[in-house]
């Protein structure tokens, strides 16, 4: 074999060598480009944050249970601070309206109900997007006027003569659970009014329109200038489960996802458990 011959083949070995090397730099090249432009294209649709939870913008509508009044209305004012281009529009009221409400066609984004049965209603006519989850607790009292003239102590005291008091209807998770504690007490007790929220079991007893009400320990925290509370043990027997759901329907999917993703952060957990809720 001459020499020139071997040159030859030394050159053409060396070539394709060197293509190979090429193709698989220019392969490897290829795919971490589709790779990093795949995701810049999830996250520029779909408007992902750093954490994988959409990001919010525009209005939400968030159904939620009276007894959130006051910790949503300060957790929608943080999440707006947090999430520059939104508005969180709340409608709150007792937790079996608003199911009705939602499975009406109502435009809401997200509901969080005071208790799994209500969110039952609304889950098992498909209107969830997503397995609602627990995200707080709450138990019931007895809310009294300031000073507590009537000296009630315990469930019992509220069955004594003279004794108005004030109950949620039984479909409202707040007359459900009262309805449960009676039960546990062994107690029949006949209210002189039935509130459709627990709200409106309050407002009964600041209006000195009757002696007693049974609400949530949040409610009567929320309100201490002017009520208090009586604890008693049947109370136990009656926690409440507070789920939250984005909604199947929601005009905003990604603002309900970002809000319902909020409410179960640490930061908001803070903000709840300051208002008497308990953690799940």
Known sequence: MSTRTTATRRLAVATAAALVLGLGVTACGSDGGK????ASGASASSGTSDGGVPKATGDIT????????????????????TNPGTKVKFNFGGSSSLATSINSGAPADVFAAASPATMKTVTDAGGAN???????RNTLTIAVPKGNPKHIAGLKDLTGSGVKVALCAKE???????QTALKAAGLDLTPVTLEQDVKGALTKVELGEVDASLVYRTDVRSDAAKIDGVDFPEADKAVNDYPI???????????????VAYVRSPEAAQVLTAAGFQTP
């Not at 790779?35 to 795949?38: E, L, Q």
């Not at 997503?130 to 707080?136: C, I, Q, S």
């Not at 759901?245 to 809000?259: I, Q, R, S, Y």
């Open 35 to 38: 790779s990093t432009g795949s």
């Open 62 to 81: 968030v159904f939620a249970a009276a007894s959130l009044k006051e910790t949503f209305t300060d957790l929608g004012k943080k999440f707006e601070a």
């Open 130 to 136: 997503g397995e609602p989850k627990t995200f707080v």
């Open 172 to 178: 409202v998770p707040c007359g459900a659970a009262a």
């Open 245 to 259: 759901a984005a909604l199947a329907k929601a005009p905003n999917k990604d603002g309900a996802a970002a809000f």
